[in-house]
């Protein structure tokens, strides 16, 4: 599997301000998927990327597929509370970044 | 439920004794992961098979772990002569080929 590391590690953010989420390949990757993870609970499902430039959004959730194949972020807009959790990115065969936990004061 | 189905749920075991955890992935899904995840980490592959066969195996993982997937439906992951160090949460995974995977709640193993 190929490796993925993921920056920052840790981010602390005002409810209601923007955060992202970085995810870094040293080889192309084919494809990318994102999962979140909540507080005692278990990695659940975001997102796929596959293409070259990839950008798809879900409401405040936006997912950028770098043009090399080799990077990838999640920036979620005008954070809330239900954001907290921790982001993974995954790479091919399913190795995982080890996440950037996200926690949002009211 | 018919999501992926971990057994049992917790574990308690001795140091030195063996565990045996089960997963029963999505049934049309052909591929199965097994995980292993402490607190703050990320899940920590340790292997995964297409249908029956184990197709990857984590380097990290040492010779006290296997894991078996007979039929290519329910999983099971051994591992023997348990240590403090194994004391984590066991995470299983199914999926279609290039698809999304679904996790189950997981064991928590811990090494007394």
């Known amino acids: 599997g190929q490796q993925v590391m993921q920056i920052p590690q840790y981010q602390h953010v005002q409810e209601g301000e923007d955060f992202t989420t970085y995810c870094n390949s040293s080889?192309?990757?084919?494809?990318i998927q994102w999962y979140k993870q909540r507080p005692g609970g278990h990695p659940v499902f975001l997102i796929q990327?596959?293409?070259?430039?990839e950008v798809k959004k879900q409401k405040r959730l936006t997912f950028q597929f770098g043009e090399a194949k080799k990077n990838s972020s999640l920036h979620i807009t005008a954070t809330q509370t239900t954001d907290v959790g921790t982001y993974f990115c995954?790479?091919?065969?399913?190795?995982f970044g080890k996440g950037t936990k996200l926690s949002v004061k009211p | 439920d018919t999501g992926v189905s971990q057994n049992p749920r917790h574990k308690i075991t001795k140091r030195g004794q063996n565990v045996t955890f089960r997963c029963d992935p999505i049934s049309e899904h052909n591929r199965l992961y097994w995980y292993r995840q402490t607190l703050g980490q990320g899940p920590e592959f340790l292997t995964y098979f297409q249908n029956e066969a184990q197709l990857e195996k984590s380097r990290l993982l040492s010779d006290r772990f296997s894991a078996e997937r007979p039929k290519g439906s329910f999983s099971t992951l051994e591992i023997q002569r348990t240590e403090q160090g194994d004391s984590a949460m066991y995470l299983c995974?199914?999926?279609?080929?290039?698809?999304?995977?679904?996790f189950g709640q997981g064991t928590r193993l811990t090494v007394v």
């Open positions: 080889t192309t990757l084919s494809n």
């Open positions: 995954a790479g091919p065969g399913l190795i």
């Open positions: 995974a199914s999926s279609l080929v290039g698809g999304e995977a679904f």
């Open positions: 990327l596959v293409k070259s430039g």
